[in-house]
Structures are given as structure tokens and as C-alpha cells.
């Protein structure tokens, strides 16, 4: 049977690493091993869903939080426009990599497709899920402003459709007090370049 289809609520935006290649284009680079990928031909609901619903069963048992992180790149479609889809494509990389080194070896980082991710943060209240969330923009501020939406089980709620509605919910709503800056399309193309060369353990700039 195919993959149920990604519902509206996280088809809105255009999560990480790389958007599926285009007739003609080379393959996406390689990723960042940590962060779950979608195949091709649509986003990785799948794996989002066994992974979550795994993770509210145990920490039901545990009587422990575990909440729910939404995230886009604001302006990403307004950036492969302006800057190219190669520059759209280290964006994404960068994003994918920043993400499983801020969020660490215990959470989970899947790529719903676009520029859209869900972070599952283990035994993670909501006051550490909005600390978490702050990390994330402050690791990614020196290149792309980012919005993020969170939820937590069980005080939001203990289904996981619930609880990723209401992060998407929380992420729509926090971009429309930000004024309209969903649709900047600003990436700075220098901390880009320096973020990349560290990565691939160079020094950045010269």
C-alpha cells in the first residue's frame, strides 16, 4: 500500500537536506546521518508517525513528557528564487546538520520534505522544548531565520496527530506575529560558506 499522504497542516511550507532532485539536476549531496530523509515521491510521514507513536507509548509507561518540535526556513522558497536551488540545496544541508548537533544523540530529527522538519525530544517538558526551540533559532540565526512550533504529551494532548497539529498550529501562529517574515528571503551566503567549511572541517574564512 503507498505511504499516506502528508497532511495539509505540514504541506504548507516548501525539513532538510536537499529537495528532490529535478529532471536534468545532479542527486542531492549525501546527509547528515542523523536526520531521517523522506523518499522519493513524498514526505517521510511514515516514519514520523511509528517513530512518535513509539515514543508516547514508552513515555506513557514512564509517565514522563516528550514533545514535539515543527520547524521551517522562513522565506525558503523567495531564497531558491533569488540565490539559485544549489544555494537552497547547502541551506538545507546546513540546516540538517545544525539540527542533529543542537538537538543531540537522543532526539529524533525527520525531514517531512521542503524545508519542513519535526524534532521528537524525549523526556523533554515545555519549558526545555522552548529552550530547545531557542537553541535551534540562535545555532541558525548567523544564516537563516527559522520558525519553530512546539507541543508537548501529555499536557497538549496524548494522540500524536494532536500534538503535530498543534506544533504546526503554534508555528503558523508565531509566524504571523512576526510580521510578514514568513516571506523574507534572506540567507546570508558568507556564514553559509563559513558554516559549510566547518563542517567539512576546514577553518572557514581566510
Known amino acids: 500500500h503507498p505511504a499516506p499522504p502528508v497532511p495539509r497542516v505540514w504541506a504548507r511550507a516548501v525539513g532538510c537536506l536537499g ?44 509517565r514522563r513528557p516528550l514533545s514535539v518540535l515543527a520547524l521551517d526556513l522562513n522565506g525558503f522558497k523567495g531564497i531558491n528564487d533569488s540565490y539559485g536551488h544549489a544555494a537552497g540545496d547547502r541551506l538545507l544541508a546546513h540546516v540538517g546538520t545544525t539540527l542533529t548537533r543542537v538537538v543531540g544523540d537522543r532526539a529524533t530529527v525527520v525531514r517531512q520534505g521542503g524545508d519542513e522538519f519535526c524534532v521528537l525530544a524525549p523526556e523533554t517538558g515545555p519549558r526545555e ?15 537563516v531565520q527559522t ?48 558554516a559549510s567549511a566547518l563542517a567539512a572541517g576546514g577553518t572557514g574564512r581566510h
Open 147 to 194: 520558525g519553530i512550533g512546539t507541543a508537548t504529551f501529555p499536557v497538549d494532548g496524548g494522540e500524536a496527530e494532536g500534538l503535530l497539529e498543534l506544533a504546526d498550529a503554534r508555528l503558523t501562529a508565531q509566524k504571523a506575529d512576526q510580521r510578514g517574515l514568513s516571506a523574507l528571503a534572506a540567507i546570508d551566503l558568507d556564514e553559509l560558506d563559513h
Open 129 to 143: 522544548a522552548a529552550a530547545l526551540a531557542d537553541a535551534i533559532r540562535a545555532a541558525l540565526a548567523p544564516v
Open 19 to 62: 529537495a528532490l532532485p529535478r529532471r536534468g539536476e545532479k542527486p542531492t549531496p549525501p546527509h547528515p546521518p542523523g536526520v531521517r530523509d523522506p523518499p522519493p515521491g513524498g514526505g517521510n510521514r511514515r516514519l514520523l508517525d511509528e517513530r512518535l507513536e513509539t515514543e508516547l507509548a514508552r513515555h506513557g509507561a514512564l
